[in-house]
T-cell receptor, first 113, second 114 residues
Framework: AQTVTQSQPEMSVQEAETVTLSCTYD???????LFWYKQPPSRQMILVIR????KQQNATENRFSVNFQKAAKSFSLKISDSQLGDAAMYFC??????????WGAGTKLIIKP | EAQVTQNPRYLITVTGKKLTVTCSQN?????MSWYRQDPGLGLRQIYY???????DKGDVPEGYKVSRKEKRNFPLILESPSPNQTSLYFC?????????????FGPGTRLTVT
């Protein structure tokens, strides 16, 4: 079965600094999609960034970028210039062979003012 | 506004009392799904539907039922709720095959079964 692992249950970062959240996954597919979702205290699930595995270029959305290492099956999220509003749970997810999303357990990000 | 709606947002009930959580999307999405979220376990899929009248079990289907009679609606039914079904529930939808598979989520339903 495909799995997604987020090894950091909790991370903290000083406001305005950079933080990287890690995600590794297991898949036998050659082409697939990967996602990072954010869940703030409101509990709403919000898409942060999306990566297509066949694209070598790492996805970027403003202050959010990924480091996608296909061979290593690694998909980390970098948040630059951290802001208080970035405090949330972050979930990594991968589309499996049945086109379902497989989710990691999440990383709680704390922003220190 | 494109959205997924769920009702109710909060529900406290007693063991054995049947309940339904509604889910509706206005994006004409073919695919809809139900998840439950528990601390430390991420999101686990309960049931999903690839299209009208087509439903399939996810990872944790026991104790739940679904139906998909219309494209926009995908209700979750708990015939006889038990305390281990206390959780946060999310409905999600996405477009069909050939897309990015990005899922759009409802606001969540916090269910407590006593």
């Amino acid at each position: 079965a495909q799995t997604v692992t987020q090894s950091q249950p909790e991370m903290s970062v000083q406001e305005a600094e950079t933080v990287t959240l890690s995600c590794t996954y297991d898949t036998s597919e050659s082409d697939y999609y990967l996602f990072w979702y954010k869940q703030p205290p409101s509990r709403q699930m919000i898409l942060v960034i999306r990566q297509e595995a066949y694209k070598q270029q790492n996805a970027t959305e403003n202050r959010f970028s990924v480091n996608f290492q296909k061979a290593a099956k690694s998909f980390s999220l970098k948040i630059s210039d951290s802001q208080l509003g970035d405090a949330a749970m972050y979930f990594c997810a991968v589309v499996d062979s049945n086109y379902q999303l497989i989710w990691g357990a999440g990383t709680k990000l704390i922003i220190k003012p | 506004e494109a959205q997924v709606t769920q009702n109710p947002r909060y529900l406290i009930t007693v063991t054995g009392k049947k309940l339904t959580v509604t889910c509706s999307q206005n994006m004409n999405h073919e695919y809809m799904s139900w998840y439950r979220q528990d601390p430390g376990l991420g999101l686990r899929q309960i049931y999903y539907s690839m299209n009208v009248e087509v439903t399939d079990k996810g990872d944790v289907p026991e104790g739940y039922k679904v139906s998909r009679k219309e494209k926009r609606n995908f209700p979750l039914i708990l015939e006889s709720p038990s305390p281990n079904q206390t959780s946060l529930y999310f409905c999600a939808s996405r477009a069909g095959a050939g897309t990015s598979y990005e899922q759009y989520f409802g606001p969540g339903t916090r269910l407590t079964v006593t």
